[in-house]
């Protein structure tokens, strides 16, 4: 362990709130780039912030108020989960995930297994049939529903590299020149531990729904930021990756508690899509602090 590490992690583990924040700045400290976040106990009530109501891009954390929106257009009876979503080429798109590089056009698969696909891998094609099927305007009708109004869905994922193509799929959020600076989503990180509170006190759509999403986000593949120096402790997460940017919203069942964070790094200089990306490498200590820090002791 580093010894910047060691010693933020004492400190995270041995004072009160406003030394683990002082211990999360020295962390930060000479770190190339913005961090924003906010976590909270949900046993407890504490919690900590550094920017957390400043407004941030999503990256693929959108992908979260994406699925509770589908999930309140199927229980109001407007979408069924076997019902068929084509495949179509304007909707592939390269990055994270399966169907735009391995499925053929036209073949169709239940909105259910699609909805798996956004957040299991993070698919941006998946996420592109959902927002074609749903649009972004119908996401931010949802989020304005339930309270949150400064997140907004931009429009669907462009993909990257030289298969960038043209945006589509704008909501009237993404059309505002203030919100083009955000790419396919805004949010902060106090709006995202929301929705995680929410989640698991079964007030997003249903209880049961609240459960369902939850065990969705268990099975979130990506272990390079939160879930990579937390160990076996169940964790629901979705990440977001920019060249740019890292960023992790998760719900960590520690045993001092239930620990609701959201976590996102940018203007990094150096593009680097390794495992060990720097964002990542300090979302994941940052993590730990985290759930050390918070924790019931």
């Not at 995270?12 to 924003?36: C, N």
């Not at 068929?84 to 909105?111: C, F, Y």
């Not at 729904?209 to 076996?232: F, Q, Y």
Request: aromatic share 4%.
């Amino acid at each position: 362990m580093r010894p910047s590490l060691a010693l933020a992690l004492f400190f995270a583990t041995t004072l009160p709130a406003q030394s683990l924040q002082d211990a999360i700045r020295a962390r930060i400290a000479g770190f190339d780039g913005t961090v924003s976040l906010y976590a909270k106990n949900l046993d407890t009530g504490e919690s900590v912030g550094i920017r957390q109501a400043e407004p941030v891009r999503t990256a693929s954390t959108i992908k979260l108020p994406i699925l509770l929106a589908v999930f309140d257009q199927v229980a109001a009876g407007k979408a069924k989960w076997t019902e068929p979503l084509t495949i179509a080429a304007r909707d592939k798109v390269s990055g994270s995930g399966i169907i735009g590089t391995e499925l053929s056009d036209g073949v169709q698969l239940p909105l259910q297994d699609v909805v798996h696909l956004m957040i299991v891998l993070s698919d941006n094609s998946a996420t592109n049939m959902i927002l074609e099927r749903f649009t972004a305007d119908a996401v931010n009708a949802y989020l304005d529903k339930i309270g949150l109004k400064t997140t907004r869905s931009m429009r669907k994922v462009r993909g990257d590299g030289p298969d960038l193509k043209a945006a589509e799929g704008w909501s009237a959020a993404g059309k505002l020149p203030e919100n083009q600076k955000y790419g396919i989503g805004r949010s902060t990180p106090i709006d995202m531990v929301s929705i995680l509170e929410r989640l698991e006190r079964g007030e997003i759509v249903s209880p049961e729904a609240s459960r369902e999403i939850l065990a969705i986000l268990k099975r979130c593949h990506d272990d390079t930021g939160v879930r990579r120096r937390l160990g076996d402790v169940p964790i629901a997460n979705k990440t977001g990756a920019l060249d740019a940017l890292r960023s992790d919203v998760a719900l960590v069942y520690a045993k001092g508690g239930r620990i609701a964070m959201a976590i996102t790094v940018d203007g990094m200089p150096k593009v680097d899509y390794s495992p060990d990306n720097v964002g990542s490498l300090l979302i994941a200590d940052l993590a730990r602090m985290l759930v050390d820090g918070l924790a019931r002791h």
